[in-house]
């Protein structure tokens, strides 16, 4: 399995998708700078998270407009998979790869821990076929600008053609609101029309080792790129 | 000749900065506003290109980059020296 993972001046998870990327598929994703615009044909490219150019103007619009990105829309129109986290959830809206807005966070704090993500009923797609439905995964999040935001209608063609991938759902025993962030009907992750992009704020990569708190990160990835390479 | 564009977020949008302003007004005794909206201003300067010419590039401007029409509006002012 080919994969990429991009990289722009603040980014600052891709080392740890990186790792994670070596232990699941035993190889060593190729770098993407943000400036290169020639890569070898990949099966998926991941946009991790950080702070990418600072964060000025708004999360992820100057990333988006960088050459990189020329080249994972090709990707995608070739039928690739890509997967953004976090910043790089922001940086695929920003593109217009996936639609609506991802603002502020309700409470106005960054707020860094564990959430409860519940699988919903979904589309076909190589992120969530190999879960269960229903199923419960603890995954951390980080961010200040994750409270996604669409009109009505918008959120009603997401949930009628399957698009939701991951809802936040009440953490049992625990005092801290479910919903991290404010996010319009508790949404973590939406996908592509296609299924072949994913965007999620939740960091898959940060609890893929028993010393990160918990491997369901680690579980959720490993079933991606089985359904990936097919 | 410069142009200001002046971006603020759509009504019904949530502004959780322009409430935070709002409370902290509300407790230094400000009390005849209704509510508070924040927004950024982004200047930018043209050289030798007429107003018409300068407006119509700074509108392509936000267009593709300098807003988010998912979210903001904005209105672009030429400014008076």
Redesign the interface.
């Known amino acids: 399995m080919r994969t990429g993972v991009t990289i722009f001046p603040g980014s600052n998870c891709d080392r740890d998708i990186m790792v994670a990327l070596k232990i699941i598929t035993g190889k060593t994703p190729i770098k993407m700078w943000h400036k290169d615009t020639e890569f070898p044909n990949l099966d998926l490219v991941i946009i991790p998270g950080g702070f990418s150019f600072g964060d000025y103007?708004?999360c992820g619009?100057l990333a988006a407009?960088s050459p990189v990105i020329k080249n994972i829309k090709n990707h995608i129109s070739r039928g690739g998979a890509v997967l953004g986290i976090c910043n790089g959830f922001q940086i695929l809206i920003?593109a217009g790869i996936l639609p609506?807005?991802l603002?502020?966070?309700?409470?106005?704090l960054f707020t860094c821990r564990n959430t409860t993500l519940k699988v919903q009923d979904s589309m076909k797609s190589p992120f969530i076929t190999g879960l269960k439905k229903g199923d419960y995964l603890n995954i951390p999040v980080a961010h200040n600008e994750g409270?996604f935001?669409?009109s009505e209608e918008l959120l009603n063609e997401l949930t009628n053609d399957g698009r939701i991938a991951f809802k936040y759902v009440k953490q049992t025993n625990s005092y801290d609101e479910y919903n991290p962030n404010?996010s319009s009907n508790d949404i973590a992750g939406i996908l592509s029309k296609n299924g072949k992009v994913l965007g999620m704020m939740p960091h898959p990569e940060r609890a893929i080792n028993h010393l990160h708190g918990g491997t369901d990160g680690f579980q959720f990835l490993s079933k991606s790129f089985q359904q990936i390479v097919g | 000749m410069k142009l200001i564009v002046n971006i603020s977020l759509k009504e019904g949008v949530l502004d959780p900065e322009g409430q935070a302003i709002k409370t902290s007004l509300l407790n230094l005794g400000f009390k005849n506003f209704n509510d508070v909206r924040t927004g950024k201003q982004i200047v930018l300067s043209f050289e030798k290109m007429e107003e018409n010419e300068a407006i119509l590039e700074a509108e392509k401007m936000c267009q593709n980059l300098l807003v988010n029409t998912v979210i903001e509006k904005y209105e672009i002012n030429i400014l008076k020296d």
């Open positions: 103007l708004r619009a407009r920003e609506g807005s603002i502020r966070n309700k409470r106005l409270n935001f669409a404010g």
